[in-house]
């Protein structure tokens, strides 16, 4: 959605994160795969690895320490998106995610507002897609 609006080292952390997020239950789904290929594609990164371990919380505390808090919001509602990929927002992903927005120096109500907004989205684009294939 907004991942054109990082340079060039946010994207390569933001991809790092997004693929420890979607290795974080353990599960690697199909749904899951795809989100990381788009994310890839929008933002011009042609070469990476699912199996790659990362450790995310240095590259979070980078995030945190060099980005500007636009960019801090960007990181969390695309990592959100990319948390529920799969239907199931799982524990350990949660736990990631809330680790994320504390070292972002987010509030509670940023990671709330994200999550009801990224509904809201949600449900609009469902609208879209009906509309563009039936018409209704």
Do not use: W
Request: hydrophobic share 40%; charged share 30%.
């Amino acid at each position: 959605m907004f991942l054109n609006l990082l340079n060039d080292e946010e994207k390569s952390i933001f991809l790092k994160l997004a693929i420890s997020i979607i290795q974080a239950d353990g599960k690697l789904e199909d749904s899951e795969k795809s989100f990381i290929a788009e994310y890839s594609r929008e933002m011009g990164i042609e070469c990476y690895t699912l199996d790659e371990k990362v450790d995310p919380m240095p590259l979070a505390e980078k995030i945190g320490k060099n980005s500007n808090d636009s960019v801090k919001r960007i990181f969390l509602v695309e990592l959100l998106a990319c948390a529920n990929a799969d239907g199931d927002f799982a524990e350990y992903e949660k736990s990631l995610i809330h680790s994320f927005v504390k070292i972002f120096g987010l509030s509670e109500s940023s990671l709330q507002d994200s999550l009801e907004l990224l509904k809201e989205y949600t449900k609009i684009s469902t609208k879209l897609m009906k509309f563009i294939q039936e018409g209704k």
